[in-house]
């Protein structure tokens, strides 16, 4: 069910969140964000803001149920392979990769452990929120695993000896010395990007959103 208005899905709350509702009204885009609310009108552009969990993001725009969305590069990636093994629509379009949201995703083992290269992991059990993009990973340098899927504490799974080693999201690295691991591989590097889902857009929003870009574009660079 599309409207007149464009629909952009952001992150409601966490890593994401604060910095996409700042772009946005850098951009001229005003919202009040208050309660609750899972939708948010803009007050002066033809523009509904969906907020929701960054999870749902990808598939929002894969479905074509939003028009835009912003979301990480490692959980947009995920979502894709996940959905092209299970043959769900998988496409989007990039306009454009934001400068937030910057992380790696990286293959973590205990710090005591010497490591030589991928084929240190083959035949361990590995524990991650992304085991789709940890596979196609390994699987081109020829090396097996067994996934251990978890959705948090991820980075406590080897000390409770559910696994060898984790694959997980790392900015400082705190967290890994916080629990006797070390990052032993980067796997992907990851920002926050501006998606766009496929097929046609009427002359107003293909307009509206040449012009969000143009400011977008205008607001990186004034803090460059
Ligand atoms: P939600 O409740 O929306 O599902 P979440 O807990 O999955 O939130 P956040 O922790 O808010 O997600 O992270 C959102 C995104 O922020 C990550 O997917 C990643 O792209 C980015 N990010 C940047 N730095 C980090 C970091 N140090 N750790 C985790 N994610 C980071
Ligand atoms: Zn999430």
């Given at each position: 069910m599309q409207t007149d208005r464009l629909r952009i899905?952001?992150?409601?709350?966490?890593?994401?969140a604060?910095?996409?509702?700042?772009?946005?009204?850098?951009?001229?885009?005003?919202i009040s964000f208050s309660g609750e609310r899972l939708v948010v009108h803009a007050e002066n552009m033809p523009i509904d803001l969906l907020l929701v969990r960054?999870?749902?993001?990808?598939?929002?725009?894969?479905?074509g149920v939003v028009d835009l969305g912003v979301i990480g590069e490692n959980e947009l990636e995920e979502v894709r392979l996940e959905r092209i093994a299970l043959n769900e629509p998988s496409e989007y379009t990039q306009?454009?990769?934001?400068?937030?949201?910057?992380?790696?995703?990286?293959?973590?083992?205990d710090k005591d452990q010497t490591y030589n290269g991928p084929e240190d992991l083959n035949g361990k059990r590995i524990a991650t929120s992304y085991p789709?993009?940890?596979?196609d990973y390994l699987?081109?340098?020829?090396?097996?695993?067994?996934p251990c899927m978890l959705n948090g504490s991820v980075e406590v799974a080897p000390r409770a000896g559910l696994a060898d080693a984790i694959c997980d999201l790392v900015s400082t690295g705190?967290?890994?010395?916080?629990?006797?691991l070390k990052e032993a591989e980067v796997i992907f590097r990851s920002k926050a990007v501006l998606i766009q889902r496929k097929g046609e857009f009427d002359a107003e929003k293909t307009e509206?959103?040449?012009r969000l870009l143009t400011r977008i574009q205008g607001v990186i660079q004034a803090k460059e």
């Open positions: 899905a952001i992150q409601k709350k966490g890593r994401l604060k910095e996409c509702q700042e772009l946005l009204k850098r951009c001229g885009v005003k960054d999870d749902d993001i990808p598939g929002l725009i894969m479905d306009l454009r990769r934001l400068d937030f949201g910057g992380c790696r995703l990286s293959v973590a083992i789709n993009i940890l596979k699987d081109k340098k020829g090396v097996s695993f067994s705190a967290t890994l010395e916080a629990n006797g509206l959103i040449e």
